[in-house]
């Protein structure tokens, strides 16, 4: 059974950071495709990073060049750094994976997802 377990949320000032974390269980991280997505009030939920079974990484221009997706497999966490942080990124934000397509590549269209955690950011 997949289980995905959010912490590191918090309330942050602009420009400022935070490091979420993901304690994933059920599955085999490294074999698996992994993300992160966020979805704030009165919005669609959308992804801000993922990462493939090969270290493949992928942003939206949003995030890009202030979010850094990476795992560490040994321990089965999944974590999100996110630098100079403005208040449009504050969401709840979800750690999600899917498995790979056949061949290991991923199509990013995450079918678990953990219980979120609230990132605020404040002007």
């Known amino acids: 059974q997949v289980q995905l377990v959010e912490s590191g949320g918090g309330s942050v000032q602009a420009g400022g950071s935070l490091r979420l974390s993901c304690a994933a269980s059920?599955?085999?991280?490294?074999?698996?495709?992994m993300g992160w997505l966020r979805q704030a009030p009165g919005k669609e939920r959308e992804g801000v990073a993922a990462?493939?079974?090969?270290?493949?990484?992928a942003y939206p221009d949003s995030v890009k060049g202030r979010f850094t997706i990476s795992k560490d497999i040994m321990k089965h966490m999944l974590h999100l750094k996110m630098n100079n942080l403005t208040p449009e990124d504050t969401a709840m934000y979800y750690c999600?994976?899917?498995?790979?397509?056949?061949?290991?590549?991923?199509?990013?269209?995450?079918?678990?997802w953990g219980q979120g955690i609230q990132v605020t950011v404040s002007s």
């Open positions: 059920g599955f085999t991280v490294s074999s698996f495709c």
């Open positions: 999600a994976t899917v498995s790979p397509l056949k061949g290991g590549a991923c199509n990013r269209h995450f079918t678990e």
């Open positions: 990462i493939d079974p090969d270290g493949t990484t």
